[in-house]
């Protein structure tokens, strides 16, 4: 693949659009957007101005048939698996937005097509992609932390922002506010403590942020607790009515046998308390890691396109296949059904 990478982009709203602005602009010695599909007016013109010799597709199933290397999906998650199995099949690269999917079922049936096919499909769990959280992982695996015994999230947040109809409120089409926003986090940390997710406790319910009526709408405040197969725990604590955007507060964190390792992403720093090791001070230690762009201002948003090529370029599998981080996907879902049904669940 000498000539540049021919992309094609399904959905370009808030996500979709900032996916086509860096393969089109920051990675064009490398790609060139030449193909999306959408049919809000408004957004056309938007992706016109990024890329004006694309070609526009009100069908999906043409954008996939047509002359292109790769396609990027950010739709909604509802459409995932559909539309990277068709991408798959039609022997295309895939990008394809987080999560894996939103059934268990959906997730088995994209990571059998994954390992079938010599194509790559990269998940977009940009957060693996960060110095920072690499950073993280690097320092467990040197032991820093001795056994890691413990992994927690708390993310204190605004409300979701408004999407296309309304469907990331609808647990049918999102999956649920946990699939939907916390299998970057729980993939996270299933990376760190390097094991797979047994069982899952939650609870979560609407209290604030109703938008549609009915038994459907997503949760505003959800708490999960789970084992890993190595015996580890993790929790997370979710509020998305906290703090108004762009307050947002996300805090996560290791505990092991012999010390605790904590995230300040204010600064891009890491807190490290070491047993017998400076009383109630931590070690602070610096990263040096790019701030987020895109939609989100994720850490790790820039640094997942230029990977995606690579892989693309090399045919090594990328960090975030859909091997690498179906298991935060699984967990996700099996938190939501744990609330739904009230009992531990576990995860096959």
């Given at each position: 693949?000498?000539?540049?990478i021919?992309?094609?982009?399904?959905?370009?709203?808030?996500?979709?659009?900032?996916?086509?602005?860096?393969?089109?602009q920051?990675?064009?010695?490398?790609?060139?957007?030449?193909?999306?599909?959408?049919?809000?007016?408004?957004?056309?013109?938007?992706?016109?101005?990024?890329?004006?010799?694309?070609?526009?597709?009100?069908?999906?199933?043409n954008?996939?048939?047509?002359?292109?290397?790769?396609?990027?999906?950010?739709?909604?998650?509802?459409?995932?698996v559909?539309?990277?199995?068709?991408?798959?099949k039609?022997?295309?690269?895939?990008?394809?937005?987080?999560?894996?999917?939103?059934?268990?079922?959906?997730?088995?049936?994209?990571?059998r097509?994954?390992?079938?096919?010599?194509?790559?499909?990269m998940?977009?769990?940009?957060?693996?992609?960060?110095?920072?959280?690499?950073?993280?992982?690097?320092?467990?695996?040197?032991?820093?932390?001795?056994?890691?015994?413990?992994?927690?999230?708390?993310?204190?947040?605004?409300?979701?922002?408004?999407?296309?109809?309304?469907?990331?409120q609808?647990?049918?089409?999102?999956?649920?506010c946990?699939?939907?926003?916390n299998?970057?986090?729980?993939?996270?940390?299933?990376?760190?403590?390097?094991?797979?997710?047994?069982?899952v406790?939650?609870?979560?319910?609407?209290?604030?942020?109703?938008?549609?009526?009915?038994?459907?709408?997503?949760?505003?405040?959800?708490?999960?607790?789970w084992?890993?197969?190595?015996?580890?725990?993790?929790?997370?604590h979710?509020?998305?009515?906290?703090?108004?955007?762009?307050?947002?507060?996300?805090?996560?964190?290791?505990?092991?046998?012999?010390?605790?390792?904590?995230?300040d992403?204010?600064?891009?720093?890491?807190?490290?308390?070491?047993?017998?090791?400076?009383?109630?001070?931590?070690?602070i230690i610096?990263?040096?890691?790019?701030?987020?762009?895109?939609?989100?201002?994720?850490?790790?948003?820039?640094?997942?396109?230029p990977?995606?090529?690579?892989?693309?370029?090399?045919?090594?599998?990328?960090?975030?296949?859909?091997?690498?981080?179906?298991?935060?996907?699984?967990?996700a879902?099996?938190?939501?059904?744990?609330?739904?049904?009230?009992?531990?669940v576990t995860?096959?």
């Open positions: 693949m000498a000539n540049k021919r992309m094609g982009f399904i959905g370009v709203g808030a996500m979709g659009y900032s996916h086509l602005e860096i393969f089109h920051q990675c064009s010695k490398q790609a060139e957007a030449v193909a999306y599909c959408a049919t809000n007016t408004e957004r056309i013109q938007r992706a016109q101005k990024i890329a004006p010799e694309a070609v526009l597709y009100k069908n999906e199933s954008l996939i048939k047509s002359d292109l290397d790769a396609v990027v999906i950010s739709s909604p998650n509802f459409t995932h559909p539309l990277a199995l068709e991408a798959i039609a022997g295309k690269h895939v990008f394809l937005e987080k999560p894996v999917g939103i059934t268990p079922p959906e997730c088995r049936a994209l990571l097509a994954s390992q079938k096919s010599d194509r790559i499909l998940i977009g769990h940009e957060l693996r992609y960060s110095a920072y959280f690499a950073k993280i992982k690097q320092l467990i695996e040197k032991g820093s932390v001795g056994v890691p015994q413990m992994a927690w999230c708390k993310e204190f947040r605004g409300p979701f922002q408004p999407k296309s109809r309304n469907w990331i609808d647990r049918r089409k999102s999956g649920g946990l699939v939907d926003k299998c970057h986090h729980f993939d996270l940390m299933n990376w760190w403590l390097n094991s797979k997710p047994k069982r406790s939650a609870f979560g319910s609407n209290a604030i942020n109703r938008v549609i009526p009915g038994p459907n709408q997503v949760h505003d405040h959800a708490t999960a607790s084992e890993y197969a190595n015996g580890a725990k993790g929790t997370l979710l509020s998305l009515f906290a703090h108004e955007p762009p307050k947002e507060t996300l805090e996560m964190g290791v505990v092991g046998s012999e010390g605790v390792l904590q995230t992403l204010d600064n891009l720093k890491l807190l490290l308390w070491k047993k017998g090791k400076r009383k109630g001070e931590p070690r610096s990263v040096k890691a790019k701030r987020g762009i895109g939609w989100g201002g994720h850490l790790g948003f820039a640094e997942m396109h990977a995606f090529i690579k892989a693309l370029r090399s045919g090594v599998q990328p960090l975030t296949s859909v091997q690498n981080t179906i298991d935060g996907t699984l967990l879902i099996a938190a939501e059904e744990s609330i739904r049904k009230k009992q531990i995860i096959k």
